[in-house]
């Protein structure tokens, strides 16, 4: 992937979204990482949490953008930028908008739920009050590596798991 349209300050905020995404792998989590900026400012982090929390919404971008919000103490974010390690979904894509985040940078495509042109393209849709401008694919071998890791130790767990046998009674 073509890295060079990327400042040093976006590889600075990747590389803490990167280890965000580490966090969420040594506990268990996806990992995937994410970091809210305001005019050069980490703002807040968040990454993965949803087995700790037994929660499908608490995804990185979505913790992060929480955590921002009440950093400042409302739920418009413009002039923020989000660094996710992984392309967002249609939830988080949704959240991004509502929250009217003016950019998006992420690393790894995700082939099964991406809203940025994987399995959907939102961020082209034109959107009644907000756009945003969203560049992927920086540090995308290191998260990519990452998340490949992840699943593949994932699979080896789950293979040690004794399968349960549901029998149903009529």
């Known amino acids: 992937m073509n890295e060079e349209k990327f400042s040093y300050f976006d590889r600075l905020m990747m590389e803490e979204a990167l280890s965000e995404a580490r966090l969420a792998y040594c506990e268990g989590e996806v990992p995937v990482g994410a970091v809210l900026t305001y005019k050069g400012e980490i703002l807040a982090t968040g990454r993965n949490q949803m087995e700790s929390y037994s929660d499908p919404t608490a995804h990185a971008e979505i913790l992060a953008i929480r955590a921002g919000a009440s950093e400042v103490r409302d739920w418009r974010l413009k002039g923020t930028t989000l660094y996710t390690t992984l392309e967002p979904c249609l939830m988080c894509a949704g959240a991004l908008l509502l929250a009217r985040v003016d950019r998006v940078v992420w690393a790894a495509p ?54 349960r046998v549901v029998r149903r009674t009529y």
């Open 110 to 163: 995700d082939l099964r739920h991406g809203a940025n042109g994987s399995l959907c393209n939102v961020f082209a849709l034109d959107h009644p009050t907000h756009s945003i401008k969203i560049e992927g694919g920086l540090l995308e071998e290191t998260a990519a590596n990452l998340m490949r890791t992840f699943f593949k130790w994932q699979r080896k767990e789950n293979e040690k798991r004794p399968r």
